[in-house]
């Protein structure tokens, strides 16, 4: 059994999936304040204390594409072995993405995208999935000849997708469907607020409304109750008020990323990346100089949110006795 026990613990210790002393990743991502971030970051981090690496949370606190991009090259002067980006926008970010990975930090994204950048891979839930989900409910709720709106948040990747795939399902699947709103919210409860009044009273017999993240929810919820209408709310993402929301019977529902999945993968990604001598895989990526760890897209999935399992979702709750830091 000692025997064993020595085997047992050599083995581990020369684990190739471990990290060398203060090896560092860094999670980076724009509105740093945003609750969203929180469960993605506690996976991020679970992943990398299994794996004996140390983990930095790293962003803005501003919506602003000019001060993301500042946090990030900020976090390369400290050369991480990788980074975990939410880049903001796609296009801003080629360029320092590009920089990064060619100075030997690896980046993965997860949420939103950089496409045309050399990120490795992207880690997300499945926007088109979402989207098909949203579409068939409202239509199971409303009916299949109501009017329905959008709010959205123009220039980020997968609230984009999360619009504009309804919107084409809609119109491919349900054609009497009438889309009578769309407004741009930026993610500002205060801008979709008064987005959402104006359809109320240009649209008196709207019906539905699909926002594609909880910001802009917390605004329209409060609308929609403000003038007394009877319209079917649903999003994506989740927040504490939005919740209480939902809880109270004012929102359908949430669909919510696997958070914690989200970061946990994005770190196991991220590692891969920085470590590609572990992989061998059968293509051609020793000639084409291609990191062979490169994985166009990883599902983390997602979560229905209703008022039957909301208190599932209660971020104080999984908080407890959690080291936020």
Same mark, same amino acid.
């Given at each position: *059994?000692?025997?064993?026990?020595?085997?047992a613990? %050599?083995a581990?210790?020369?684990s190739?999936?471990q990290?060398?002393?203060?090896?560092?990743?860094v999670?980076n991502?724009?509105v740093?304040?945003?609750?969203?971030w929180?469960?993605v970051y506690?996976g991020?981090?679970?992943?990398?204390?299994a794996m004996?690496?140390q983990?930095?949370?790293?962003?803005?606190p501003?919506?602003?594409i000019?001060k993301q991009?500042a946090?990030?090259e900020?976090d390369l002067?400290?050369r991480?072995?990788g980074?975990?980006l939410?880049p *903001?926008?796609?296009?801003?970010?080629i360029?320092?993405?590009?920089?990064a990975?060619d100075n030997g930090t690896s980046?993965? %994204?997860?949420?939103?995208?950089?496409?045309?950048?050399?990120?490795?891979?992207y880690?997300t839930?499945d926007n088109?999935?979402?989207?098909?989900f949203?579409?068939?409910?409202i239509v199971?709720?409303?009916g299949?000849?109501?009017e329905?709106?959008?709010?959205?948040n123009p220039?980020?990747?997968?609230?984009?997708?999360?619009v504009?795939?309804?919107?084409?399902?809609m119109?491919?699947?349900?054609?009497?469907?009438k889309?009578?709103g769309?407004q741009a919210?930026?993610q500002?409860?205060t801008?979709a607020?008064?987005?959402v009044?104006s359809m109320?009273?240009?649209n008196?017999?709207l019906k539905a409304l699909?926002i594609p993240?909880?910001?802009?929810a917390e605004?329209?919820?409060a609308?929609?109750?403000?003038?007394n209408?009877?319209v079917?709310?649903?999003?994506a993402d989740?927040?504490p008020?939005?919740?209480?929301q939902?809880k109270?019977?004012?929102?359908? *529902?949430a669909l919510?990323?696997n958070?914690?999945?989200?970061?946990?993968?994005?770190?196991?990604?991220t590692?891969?990346?920085a470590?590609?001598?572990?992989i061998?895989?059968?293509?051609?990526?020793k000639?084409s100089g291609a990191?062979?760890m490169?994985?166009p897209?990883?599902?983390?999935?997602f979560a229905v949110?209703t008022?039957?399992n909301a208190?599932s979702?209660?971020?104080?709750k999984?908080?407890?006795?959690?080291?936020?830091?």
């Amino acid at each position: *059994m000692a025997l064993s026990l020595t085997v047992a613990g %050599t083995a581990a210790a020369q684990s190739k999936f471990q990290c060398k002393p203060d090896e560092t990743y860094v999670m980076n991502v724009m509105v740093s304040a945003h609750p969203y971030w929180i469960p993605v970051y506690q996976g991020f981090k679970q992943a990398a204390e299994a794996m004996g690496c140390q983990a930095v949370f790293s962003g803005t606190p501003d919506y602003d594409i000019a001060k993301q991009i500042a946090s990030f090259e900020q976090d390369l002067i400290k050369r991480p072995a990788g980074i975990l980006l939410h880049p *903001m926008q796609a296009d801003p970010f080629i360029d320092p993405i590009n920089r990064a990975v060619d100075n030997g930090t690896s980046v993965v %994204t997860f949420a939103a995208d950089s496409p045309n950048s050399k990120r490795v891979s992207y880690i997300t839930s499945d926007n088109l999935a979402e989207a098909k989900f949203a579409a068939e409910e409202i239509v199971r709720q409303v009916g299949d000849s109501a009017e329905y709106a959008v709010l959205e948040n123009p220039g980020q990747s997968n609230h984009d997708l999360r619009v504009t795939a309804l919107i084409d399902y809609m119109e491919k699947t349900y054609p009497n469907m009438k889309l009578v709103g769309r407004q741009a919210s930026n993610q500002d409860a205060t801008v979709a607020n008064r987005a959402v009044a104006s359809m109320l009273q240009a649209n008196p017999n709207l019906k539905a409304l699909w926002i594609p993240e909880a910001g802009s929810a917390e605004g329209a919820v409060a609308a929609v109750l403000e003038a007394n209408a009877d319209v079917l709310i649903m999003h994506a993402d989740i927040t504490p008020a939005t919740l209480e929301q939902i809880k109270a019977g004012n929102i359908h *529902m949430a669909l919510n990323p696997n958070q914690g999945m989200q970061g946990y993968l994005g770190f196991v990604a991220t590692f891969m990346a920085a470590h590609p001598d572990l992989i061998d895989p059968f293509n051609d990526y020793k000639t084409s100089g291609a990191n062979p760890m490169a994985i166009p897209f990883a599902d983390n999935g997602f979560a229905v949110i209703t008022k039957e399992n909301a208190d599932s979702f209660d971020l104080n709750k999984y908080m407890e006795g959690r080291d936020p830091n």
